[in-house]
Protein backbone atom coordinates (compact mmCIF):
# COMPACT_ATOMS: atom_id res chain seq x y z
CA UNK A 1 0.00 0.00 0.00
CA UNK A 2 1.32 3.59 -0.51
CA UNK A 3 1.46 5.51 2.20
CA UNK A 4 0.38 9.41 1.54
CA UNK A 5 1.56 11.93 4.08
CA UNK A 6 0.77 15.85 3.62
CA UNK A 7 4.15 17.70 3.37
CA UNK A 8 4.02 21.26 4.75
CA UNK A 9 6.50 22.12 2.52
CA UNK A 10 4.42 21.82 -0.84
CA UNK A 11 1.39 21.47 1.16
CA UNK A 12 -0.13 18.48 -0.45
CA UNK A 13 0.12 14.97 -0.01
CA UNK A 14 3.05 12.93 -1.18
CA UNK A 15 3.81 9.60 -1.80
CA UNK A 16 6.47 8.36 0.66
CA UNK A 17 9.41 7.44 -1.23
CA UNK A 18 12.68 6.91 0.46
CA UNK A 19 15.59 7.99 -0.78
CA UNK A 20 17.03 4.40 -0.23
CA UNK A 21 14.54 2.28 -1.01
CA UNK A 22 13.42 0.10 1.64
CA UNK A 23 14.79 2.09 4.81
CA UNK A 24 13.07 5.43 6.19
CA UNK A 25 14.92 7.94 7.83
CA UNK A 26 13.05 10.26 10.14
CA UNK A 27 13.94 12.79 12.48
CA UNK A 28 11.71 14.60 15.44
CA UNK A 29 12.46 17.81 16.97
CA UNK A 30 12.44 16.63 20.43
CA UNK A 31 11.93 18.37 23.50
CA UNK A 32 13.78 21.03 25.35
CA UNK A 33 14.52 19.91 28.97
CA UNK A 34 14.21 23.01 31.15
CA UNK A 35 10.62 21.59 32.24
CA UNK A 36 8.34 18.58 33.00
CA UNK A 37 6.97 17.42 29.68
CA UNK A 38 3.54 18.43 29.21
CA UNK A 39 1.09 16.56 27.36
CA UNK A 40 0.40 19.47 24.36
CA UNK A 41 4.39 18.14 23.94
CA UNK A 42 3.79 14.70 23.69
CA UNK A 43 0.80 15.40 20.97
CA UNK A 44 3.47 15.74 19.00
CA UNK A 45 5.79 13.06 20.14
CA UNK A 46 3.33 10.24 19.83
CA UNK A 47 2.44 11.14 16.44
CA UNK A 48 6.35 10.43 15.48
CA UNK A 49 5.77 7.52 17.42
CA UNK A 50 2.55 5.75 15.45
CA UNK A 51 4.27 7.41 12.08
CA UNK A 52 7.62 5.22 12.45
CA UNK A 53 5.38 2.57 14.11
CA UNK A 54 3.10 2.45 10.77
CA UNK A 55 6.23 2.67 7.91
CA UNK A 56 7.62 -0.34 10.42
CA UNK A 57 3.88 -2.26 9.74
CA UNK A 58 4.50 -1.78 6.20
CA UNK A 59 7.44 -3.52 6.29
CA UNK A 60 9.77 -0.47 5.48
CA UNK A 61 13.10 -0.35 7.93
CA UNK A 62 12.70 2.85 9.92
CA UNK A 63 15.70 4.88 11.36
CA UNK A 64 14.54 7.24 14.17
CA UNK A 65 16.39 10.28 15.52
CA UNK A 66 15.07 12.91 17.73
CA UNK A 67 17.27 15.54 19.85
CA UNK A 68 17.09 16.45 22.75
CA UNK A 69 17.72 20.63 23.37
CA UNK A 70 19.90 21.13 26.09
CA UNK A 71 21.27 24.43 25.43
CA UNK A 72 20.58 27.47 23.29
CA UNK A 73 16.85 27.38 23.04
CA UNK A 74 15.53 31.40 24.12
CA UNK A 75 12.61 31.74 25.78
CA UNK A 76 11.61 34.20 22.61
CA UNK A 77 13.13 32.64 19.71
CA UNK A 78 11.05 33.91 17.27
CA UNK A 79 12.63 37.29 17.55
CA UNK A 80 16.24 35.65 18.73
CA UNK A 81 15.22 37.60 22.06
CA UNK A 82 14.68 36.67 25.84
CA UNK A 83 16.91 34.23 27.38
CA UNK A 84 18.72 30.44 27.45
CA UNK A 85 15.57 28.45 28.36
CA UNK A 86 17.88 26.28 30.23
CA UNK A 87 19.32 29.36 31.87
CA UNK A 88 15.88 30.98 32.98
CA UNK A 89 15.21 27.82 34.11
CA UNK A 90 18.33 27.58 36.97
CA UNK A 91 17.79 30.95 37.81
CA UNK A 92 14.54 29.91 39.10
CA UNK A 93 15.50 26.80 40.80
CA UNK A 94 19.13 27.92 42.23
CA UNK A 95 20.85 24.80 40.25
CA UNK A 96 22.70 24.68 37.53
CA UNK A 97 21.57 24.75 33.82
CA UNK A 98 23.85 20.96 33.77
CA UNK A 99 21.28 19.94 36.33
CA UNK A 100 18.53 21.24 35.04
CA UNK A 101 18.97 19.15 31.64
CA UNK A 102 19.64 15.85 34.05
CA UNK A 103 16.42 16.52 35.85
CA UNK A 104 14.04 16.76 32.65
CA UNK A 105 15.75 14.43 30.12
CA UNK A 106 15.18 11.61 32.83
CA UNK A 107 11.60 12.96 33.19
CA UNK A 108 11.39 12.81 29.30
CA UNK A 109 12.27 9.13 29.58
CA UNK A 110 10.26 7.65 31.88
CA UNK A 111 7.18 9.65 30.09
CA UNK A 112 8.14 7.67 27.00
CA UNK A 113 8.00 4.67 29.19
CA UNK A 114 4.71 5.27 30.47
CA UNK A 115 3.51 6.47 27.08
CA UNK A 116 4.87 2.96 25.62
CA UNK A 117 7.00 4.98 22.96
CA UNK A 118 9.11 2.74 20.94
CA UNK A 119 12.38 4.22 21.86
CA UNK A 120 14.34 6.27 18.73
CA UNK A 121 17.07 4.49 17.76
CA UNK A 122 19.57 7.78 18.64
CA UNK A 123 18.34 10.56 20.96
CA UNK A 124 21.18 12.81 20.36
CA UNK A 125 21.96 15.71 23.04
CA UNK A 126 23.01 19.14 21.70
CA UNK A 127 25.77 19.50 23.70
CA UNK A 128 27.44 16.70 22.93
CA UNK A 129 27.58 17.97 18.93
CA UNK A 130 29.32 21.32 19.13
CA UNK A 131 31.93 19.89 17.37
CA UNK A 132 29.76 18.92 14.36
CA UNK A 133 28.30 21.92 14.20
CA UNK A 134 31.55 23.69 14.03
CA UNK A 135 31.57 22.33 11.00
CA UNK A 136 28.98 23.10 8.99
CA UNK A 137 29.28 27.09 10.67
CA UNK A 138 32.80 26.57 9.38
CA UNK A 139 31.74 25.72 5.59
CA UNK A 140 28.95 28.42 5.67
CA UNK A 141 31.42 31.05 6.97
CA UNK A 142 34.12 30.27 4.17
CA UNK A 143 31.15 30.05 1.38
CA UNK A 144 30.30 33.57 2.60
CA UNK A 145 26.81 32.50 3.86
CA UNK A 146 27.24 33.24 7.43
CA UNK A 147 29.78 36.37 8.68
CA UNK A 148 31.03 36.82 11.77
CA UNK A 149 30.42 40.54 14.27
CA UNK A 150 32.37 40.04 17.95
CA UNK A 151 32.97 36.70 17.61
CA UNK A 152 29.14 35.36 16.99
CA UNK A 153 28.55 34.02 13.57
CA UNK A 154 25.32 35.06 11.69
CA UNK A 155 23.51 33.66 9.00
CA UNK A 156 22.78 36.32 6.29
CA UNK A 157 19.44 35.02 4.29
CA UNK A 158 19.64 37.52 2.03
CA UNK A 159 22.25 34.45 0.31
CA UNK A 160 19.81 31.99 0.54
CA UNK A 161 16.87 33.44 -1.53
CA UNK A 162 14.74 30.20 -1.01
CA UNK A 163 14.27 31.61 3.02
CA UNK A 164 10.48 31.34 4.00
CA UNK A 165 9.52 28.28 1.27
CA UNK A 166 8.37 26.40 4.14
CA UNK A 167 6.74 28.93 6.70
CA UNK A 168 5.39 31.33 3.58
CA UNK A 169 6.26 33.82 5.50
CA UNK A 170 7.26 36.91 2.84
CA UNK A 171 10.47 38.75 3.19
CA UNK A 172 8.22 41.98 4.52
CA UNK A 173 6.29 40.45 6.89
CA UNK A 174 9.85 38.73 8.36
CA UNK A 175 11.26 42.33 8.18
CA UNK A 176 8.05 43.59 9.65
CA UNK A 177 8.47 40.99 12.92
CA UNK A 178 12.23 40.82 13.15
CA UNK A 179 12.33 44.46 13.82
CA UNK A 180 11.22 43.78 17.35
CA UNK A 181 14.39 42.52 18.09
CA UNK A 182 17.50 45.23 18.71
CA UNK A 183 20.22 43.47 17.69
CA UNK A 184 22.98 45.87 15.98
CA UNK A 185 25.52 42.84 15.25
CA UNK A 186 23.02 41.87 12.74
CA UNK A 187 23.80 43.05 8.63
CA UNK A 188 20.09 42.41 8.52
CA UNK A 189 17.03 42.08 11.58
CA UNK A 190 15.98 38.78 9.53
CA UNK A 191 19.41 37.13 10.21
CA UNK A 192 19.35 34.29 12.70
CA UNK A 193 22.45 33.12 15.20
CA UNK A 194 24.68 30.11 14.40
CA UNK A 195 26.89 30.65 17.39
CA UNK A 196 26.85 33.23 20.55
CA UNK A 197 29.04 34.96 22.43
CA UNK A 198 27.75 35.87 25.85
CA UNK A 199 29.89 36.11 28.65
CA UNK A 200 27.56 35.33 31.32
CA UNK A 201 25.83 32.21 30.00
CA UNK A 202 26.71 29.26 31.86
CA UNK A 203 27.10 26.51 28.97
CA UNK A 204 29.97 27.45 27.17
CA UNK A 205 32.46 26.51 24.59
CA UNK A 206 35.65 27.41 22.41
CA UNK A 207 34.97 28.29 19.26
CA UNK A 208 34.96 24.70 17.47
CA UNK A 209 35.16 26.83 14.18
CA UNK A 210 38.10 28.76 13.22
CA UNK A 211 38.43 32.71 14.61
CA UNK A 212 35.57 31.93 16.68
CA UNK A 213 35.09 33.14 20.42
CA UNK A 214 34.09 30.84 23.47
CA UNK A 215 29.91 30.83 23.25
CA UNK A 216 27.43 28.84 22.88
CA UNK A 217 25.37 27.87 19.76
CA UNK A 218 21.96 29.09 18.35
CA UNK A 219 19.01 26.39 18.64
CA UNK A 220 18.59 26.20 14.68
CA UNK A 221 22.06 24.81 14.26
CA UNK A 222 21.76 21.79 16.41
CA UNK A 223 19.06 19.87 14.73
CA UNK A 224 20.86 20.38 11.63
CA UNK A 225 23.92 18.99 12.91
CA UNK A 226 22.66 16.01 14.77
CA UNK A 227 20.21 14.53 11.78
CA UNK A 228 23.12 14.62 9.09
CA UNK A 229 25.04 13.18 11.57
CA UNK A 230 23.29 10.14 11.92
CA UNK A 231 21.09 10.28 8.55
CA UNK A 232 23.03 11.75 6.27
CA UNK A 233 22.36 14.95 3.91
CA UNK A 234 19.20 14.05 3.15
CA UNK A 235 16.68 12.81 5.53
CA UNK A 236 13.15 11.32 4.10
CA UNK A 237 10.86 12.81 6.96
CA UNK A 238 11.46 15.41 9.20
CA UNK A 239 8.36 16.22 12.05
CA UNK A 240 7.96 18.76 14.65
CA UNK A 241 5.12 20.58 16.19
CA UNK A 242 3.83 23.71 14.22
CA UNK A 243 5.37 26.03 15.95
CA UNK A 244 8.58 24.45 15.13
CA UNK A 245 7.93 25.63 11.34
CA UNK A 246 8.41 29.04 11.85
CA UNK A 247 11.72 30.05 12.47
CA UNK A 248 13.29 27.18 13.61
CA UNK A 249 12.22 24.60 10.75
CA UNK A 250 12.50 27.44 7.88
CA UNK A 251 16.00 28.39 9.24
CA UNK A 252 17.71 24.60 9.52
CA UNK A 253 16.52 24.40 5.60
CA UNK A 254 18.71 27.50 4.85
CA UNK A 255 21.90 26.67 6.33
CA UNK A 256 21.84 22.46 5.60
CA UNK A 257 21.35 23.63 2.14
CA UNK A 258 23.59 26.19 2.15
CA UNK A 259 26.06 23.88 3.26
CA UNK A 260 25.03 20.84 1.08
CA UNK A 261 23.81 22.14 -1.97
CA UNK A 262 21.43 19.47 -1.60
CA UNK A 263 17.18 19.35 -0.76
CA UNK A 264 17.31 18.63 3.08
CA UNK A 265 14.34 17.30 3.47
CA UNK A 266 11.87 15.38 1.11
CA UNK A 267 8.67 15.57 3.51
CA UNK A 268 8.28 18.04 6.39
CA UNK A 269 5.17 17.13 9.00
CA UNK A 270 4.25 19.04 11.25
CA UNK A 271 1.67 18.42 14.25
CA UNK A 272 -1.25 20.73 15.12
CA UNK A 273 -1.51 22.32 18.52
CA UNK A 274 -3.59 20.53 21.14
CA UNK A 275 -6.43 22.51 22.86
CA UNK A 276 -7.11 21.58 25.98
CA UNK A 277 -10.65 22.32 26.99
CA UNK A 278 -11.35 24.48 23.78
CA UNK A 279 -8.40 26.57 24.56
CA UNK A 280 -4.48 26.95 24.04
CA UNK A 281 -2.83 25.58 27.15
CA UNK A 282 -1.61 28.18 29.30
CA UNK A 283 -0.61 28.02 33.24
CA UNK A 284 -3.04 30.93 33.71
CA UNK A 285 -6.27 29.72 32.32
CA UNK A 286 -5.28 26.68 34.82
CA UNK A 287 -5.81 24.23 31.53
CA UNK A 288 -1.85 22.76 32.10
CA UNK A 289 -1.00 19.54 32.23
CA UNK A 290 2.04 17.98 32.24
CA UNK A 291 2.16 14.01 31.75
CA UNK A 292 2.36 13.27 35.42
CA UNK A 293 -0.76 15.46 36.22
CA UNK A 294 -2.76 12.97 34.40
CA UNK A 295 -1.66 9.99 35.70
CA UNK A 296 -1.55 11.82 39.00
CA UNK A 297 -5.37 11.74 38.42
CA UNK A 298 -5.38 8.03 37.93
CA UNK A 299 -5.76 7.45 34.43
CA UNK A 300 -3.16 5.66 33.19
CA UNK A 301 -0.08 6.15 30.56
CA UNK A 302 -1.99 4.12 28.09
CA UNK A 303 -5.40 5.98 28.46
CA UNK A 304 -3.65 9.41 28.09
CA UNK A 305 -2.00 7.93 25.02
CA UNK A 306 -5.48 6.81 23.86
CA UNK A 307 -6.61 9.95 24.27
CA UNK A 308 -3.35 12.27 22.28
CA UNK A 309 -3.51 9.82 19.15
CA UNK A 310 -7.38 9.41 18.61
CA UNK A 311 -7.64 12.00 16.12
CA UNK A 312 -5.72 12.72 13.20
CA UNK A 313 -2.13 14.61 14.09
CA UNK A 314 -3.26 17.55 11.60
CA UNK A 315 -7.21 17.97 13.00
CA UNK A 316 -7.47 20.02 16.04
CA UNK A 317 -7.64 17.97 18.90
CA UNK A 318 -9.46 19.41 21.77
CA UNK A 319 -8.34 17.25 25.11
CA UNK A 320 -10.32 17.02 27.91
CA UNK A 321 -10.98 14.96 31.19
CA UNK A 322 -13.84 13.26 29.58
CA UNK A 323 -11.50 12.16 26.64
CA UNK A 324 -9.84 10.32 29.04
CA UNK A 325 -13.00 9.03 30.43
CA UNK A 326 -13.96 7.58 27.00
CA UNK A 327 -10.21 6.30 25.85
CA UNK A 328 -10.68 4.25 29.18
CA UNK A 329 -14.04 2.68 27.98
CA UNK A 330 -12.62 2.36 24.20
CA UNK A 331 -9.92 0.66 25.81
CA UNK A 332 -11.91 -1.99 27.87
CA UNK A 333 -14.22 -2.95 24.86
CA UNK A 334 -11.48 -3.36 22.84
CA UNK A 335 -9.95 -5.59 26.07
CA UNK A 336 -13.20 -7.41 26.66
CA UNK A 337 -14.00 -8.22 23.13
CA UNK A 338 -9.80 -9.52 22.93
CA UNK A 339 -10.18 -11.90 25.93
CA UNK A 340 -13.25 -13.81 25.25
CA UNK A 341 -11.33 -13.91 21.61
CA UNK A 342 -8.35 -15.93 24.23
CA UNK A 343 -11.22 -17.96 25.69
CA UNK A 344 -12.55 -19.35 22.42
CA UNK A 345 -8.78 -19.73 21.01
CA UNK A 346 -7.84 -21.31 23.75
CA UNK A 347 -11.06 -23.80 23.98
CA UNK A 348 -11.97 -22.10 27.66
CA UNK A 349 -14.97 -21.64 26.04
CA UNK A 350 -17.05 -23.20 23.29
CA UNK A 351 -16.13 -22.26 19.76
CA UNK A 352 -19.02 -21.61 17.34
CA UNK A 353 -19.59 -22.08 13.04
CA UNK A 354 -19.62 -18.22 12.80
CA UNK A 355 -17.17 -17.18 9.98
CA UNK A 356 -15.24 -13.72 11.11
CA UNK A 357 -13.10 -14.09 7.97
CA UNK A 358 -14.15 -11.51 5.97
CA UNK A 359 -14.64 -9.19 9.15
CA UNK A 360 -10.90 -9.01 10.00
CA UNK A 361 -10.00 -9.04 6.64
CA UNK A 362 -11.91 -5.58 5.78
CA UNK A 363 -11.10 -4.41 9.25
CA UNK A 364 -7.56 -4.73 8.60
CA UNK A 365 -7.74 -3.26 4.99
CA UNK A 366 -9.69 -0.34 6.22
CA UNK A 367 -6.89 0.26 9.01
CA UNK A 368 -4.05 0.47 6.35
CA UNK A 369 -5.97 2.53 3.86
CA UNK A 370 -6.71 4.94 7.34
CA UNK A 371 -3.35 4.58 8.25
CA UNK A 372 -1.81 5.16 4.34
CA UNK A 373 -4.11 8.49 3.88
CA UNK A 374 -1.69 10.95 5.97
CA UNK A 375 -1.78 8.52 9.55
CA UNK A 376 -5.86 9.35 9.17
CA UNK A 377 -6.26 7.51 13.46
CA UNK A 378 -9.67 8.35 13.97
CA UNK A 379 -10.90 6.21 10.78
CA UNK A 380 -8.36 3.65 11.87
CA UNK A 381 -10.08 3.44 15.23
CA UNK A 382 -13.47 3.21 13.68
CA UNK A 383 -11.88 -0.13 11.90
CA UNK A 384 -10.89 -1.30 15.03
CA UNK A 385 -14.35 -0.84 16.74
CA UNK A 386 -16.24 -2.72 13.53
CA UNK A 387 -13.59 -5.89 14.29
CA UNK A 388 -14.83 -5.72 18.17
CA UNK A 389 -18.84 -4.82 16.55
CA UNK A 390 -18.34 -7.94 14.43
CA UNK A 391 -16.39 -10.26 17.32
CA UNK A 392 -19.04 -9.68 19.95
CA UNK A 393 -21.80 -10.82 17.66
CA UNK A 394 -20.33 -13.91 16.61
CA UNK A 395 -19.79 -17.34 17.93
CA UNK A 396 -16.43 -17.78 16.11
CA UNK A 397 -14.97 -20.73 14.50
CA UNK A 398 -11.87 -21.43 17.03
CA UNK A 399 -9.50 -20.25 13.62
CA UNK A 400 -11.24 -17.09 13.08
CA UNK A 401 -10.95 -16.19 16.84
CA UNK A 402 -7.42 -16.60 16.43
CA UNK A 403 -7.10 -14.84 13.13
CA UNK A 404 -9.35 -12.17 15.05
CA UNK A 405 -6.26 -11.77 17.40
CA UNK A 406 -3.74 -11.49 15.11
CA UNK A 407 -5.79 -8.70 13.61
CA UNK A 408 -5.75 -6.85 16.36
CA UNK A 409 -2.22 -7.55 17.76
CA UNK A 410 -1.53 -5.81 14.76
CA UNK A 411 -3.42 -2.46 15.49
CA UNK A 412 -1.37 -2.54 19.17
CA UNK A 413 1.34 -2.59 17.24
CA UNK A 414 0.92 0.17 14.86
CA UNK A 415 -1.31 2.37 17.74
CA UNK A 416 0.01 0.74 21.05
CA UNK A 417 -3.06 2.24 22.90
CA UNK A 418 -4.86 -0.59 24.20
CA UNK A 419 -2.33 -2.55 25.86
CA UNK A 420 -0.90 -6.39 25.01
CA UNK A 421 -3.13 -9.51 24.82
CA UNK A 422 -5.23 -9.89 27.94
CA UNK A 423 -4.69 -13.45 29.57
CA UNK A 424 -7.90 -15.83 29.44
CA UNK A 425 -8.52 -15.27 33.05
CA UNK A 426 -7.21 -12.64 35.39
CA UNK A 427 -5.58 -14.02 38.05
CA UNK A 428 -7.54 -12.86 40.98
CA UNK A 429 -6.09 -11.18 44.37
CA UNK A 430 -5.33 -13.69 47.04
CA UNK A 431 -8.25 -12.32 49.32
CA UNK A 432 -11.00 -12.76 46.81
CA UNK A 433 -9.62 -16.19 46.01
CA UNK A 434 -10.05 -17.00 49.69
CA UNK A 435 -13.35 -16.22 50.14
CA UNK A 436 -14.61 -17.40 46.86
CA UNK A 437 -13.85 -20.89 49.12
CA UNK A 438 -15.59 -19.58 51.57
CA UNK A 439 -18.42 -19.58 49.35
CA UNK A 440 -17.96 -22.93 47.90
CA UNK A 441 -18.24 -24.23 51.79
CA UNK A 442 -21.39 -21.77 52.36
CA UNK A 443 -23.10 -23.59 49.44
CA UNK A 444 -21.82 -26.63 50.09
CA UNK A 445 -24.15 -25.95 53.36
CA UNK A 446 -26.70 -24.85 52.04
CA UNK A 447 -26.17 -21.34 53.89
CA UNK A 448 -27.38 -19.58 50.95
CA UNK A 449 -27.06 -16.06 52.81
CA UNK A 450 -23.74 -16.17 54.02
CA UNK A 451 -23.26 -17.38 50.03
CA UNK A 452 -24.98 -14.37 48.88
CA UNK A 453 -23.31 -11.94 51.47
CA UNK A 454 -19.46 -13.07 50.37
CA UNK A 455 -20.66 -12.50 46.50
CA UNK A 456 -21.24 -9.01 47.16
CA UNK A 457 -18.80 -9.02 48.76
CA UNK A 458 -16.88 -9.77 46.02
CA UNK A 459 -18.87 -7.95 43.21
CA UNK A 460 -17.99 -4.47 45.19
CA UNK A 461 -14.22 -5.55 44.80
CA UNK A 462 -15.12 -5.37 41.04
CA UNK A 463 -15.56 -9.19 40.32
CA UNK A 464 -17.64 -11.26 39.87
CA UNK A 465 -17.97 -15.44 40.24
CA UNK A 466 -18.85 -17.73 37.37
CA UNK A 467 -20.24 -20.65 38.04
CA UNK A 468 -18.74 -23.30 35.14
CA UNK A 469 -19.15 -27.30 34.85
CA UNK A 470 -15.65 -27.04 36.11
CA UNK A 471 -16.45 -25.27 38.98
CA UNK A 472 -16.76 -21.26 40.32
CA UNK A 473 -14.28 -18.89 39.26
CA UNK A 474 -13.79 -15.46 39.64
CA UNK A 475 -13.59 -12.82 36.50
CA UNK A 476 -12.66 -9.44 36.72
CA UNK A 477 -16.49 -7.69 36.35
ZN1 LIG B 1 14.79 20.94 15.77
Not at 96 to 111: D, G, P, S
Not at 133 to 142: E, K, Q, R, S, Y
Amino acid sequence: MVIRLHNSLTRQLEELRPLRPGTVTMYHCGPTVYSSPHIGNFRSFLFADVLRRFVEDQGLAVTQVMNITDVGHLTLDDIEGGEDKMEAASKKTGKTAWQIAEQYIEEFRLCQQQLRVRLPHHMPRATEFIAQMGVIIDDLLAKDVAYQVNGSVYFAIEKFPAYGKLSGKVIDELEEGARVAVNDEKHDPRDFALWKVDAKHQMQWDAPFRGGSRGFPGWHIECSAMSTHYLGEQLDIHTGGEDNMFPHHECEIAQTEAHTGKRFVSIWMHARHLLVDGKKMSKSLGNFFTVADILGKGYTGLELRYALIRVQYRQSLNFTLAGLDEARAAIARVQQCRRRLVRLRDGLERAGGDSLGEAVTSANEAFTAAMSDDLNVSEALAAVAALVAASNKATPLRDDATAALAAFARFEDVLGCFGDEPAAVDEAPAELRQLLGQRNAAKKQKDWAAADRIRDEIAAAGWKIVDAPTGARLEKA
